[in-house]
Each structure stands twice: as structure tokens, then as C-alpha cells.
């Protein structure tokens, strides 16, 4: 399964960028879908997720992102924009191929965010 983002740039303070996520090959399910950010010097770490019973956001987005999936496409919105969202955004994918299959994961490559005046 293959991950392909867009979406990403360069925007002020206070401004929006929406960032788009398709999955492609061979899927029967989806557990969930995610985005995840990780900035220099820290870890990577989980931004937003969307599964079958809802939602999840991290603390520090609540309220100005807002993830949605649409088939095998996830979106994150992201309004209210500040400096320290600056990151590489990597969208993620758990999913199954069969029925009882095993649950596996994709990640997409990775897209730049940058938050500056």
C-alpha cells in the first residue's frame, strides 16, 4: 500500500493549509488513519487520527485541526496555524488486506509545513 501526501508549504501566523493523503493498493479495511509530525531535534509524534469510533486529536491542536477521511483519502485542516506546527507532516495507514488478516501499517513520505512571518 502506497501513500501519497500534498499540501504542505509555507504560511503566516494565524493562516490555514489543508493536507490531503491518499492510500492506494491492495486494502480490504481500514483500521485508522493518522497524521503524524515530527520537528527537528523531537520525536515524531501523532497529530490527529480518525477511526471507527471517531476521533482523536493531540492536546496542543485541539480545536484548530480538523482530520476527516473520505474513502481511502485522509485530510487534515489546519487553521489558526502557529510557528511551533512547524514540522514534516507523515500521513499513516493501518489496514488489513482480508478479512481476518493481519492488521499492517504505511506511512506516506513525509510533507514540509513551515509556520513564519
Known amino acids: 500500500v502506497q501513500l501519497q501526501a500534498s499540501g504542505g508549504g509555507l504560511v503566516q501566523p494565524g493562516g490555514s493549509l489543508r493536507l490531503s493523503c491518499a492510500a492506494s493498493?491492495?486494502?480490504?479495511?481500514?483500521?485508522?488513519m493518522g497524521w503524524y509530525r515530527q520537528a527537528p531535534g523531537k520525536q515524531r509524534e501523532l497529530v490527529a487520527l480518525i477511526h471507527s469510533g471517531g476521533t482523536n486529536y493531540a492536546a496542543s491542536v485541539k480545536g484548530r485541526f480538523t482530520i476527516s477521511r473520505a474513502e481511502n483519502t485522509v485530510i487534515l485542516q489546519m487553521n489558526s496555524l502557529k510557528p511551533e506546527d512547524t514540522a514534516v507532516y507523515y500521513c499513516n495507514v493501518n489496514y488489513r488486506t482480508t478479512l481476518l488478516g493481519t492488521r499492517s501499517s504505511s506511512w506516506g513520505p513525509g510533507t514540509q509545513v513551515t509556520v513564519s512571518s
Open positions: 493498493g491492495k486494502i480490504f479495511s481500514i483500521d485508522n
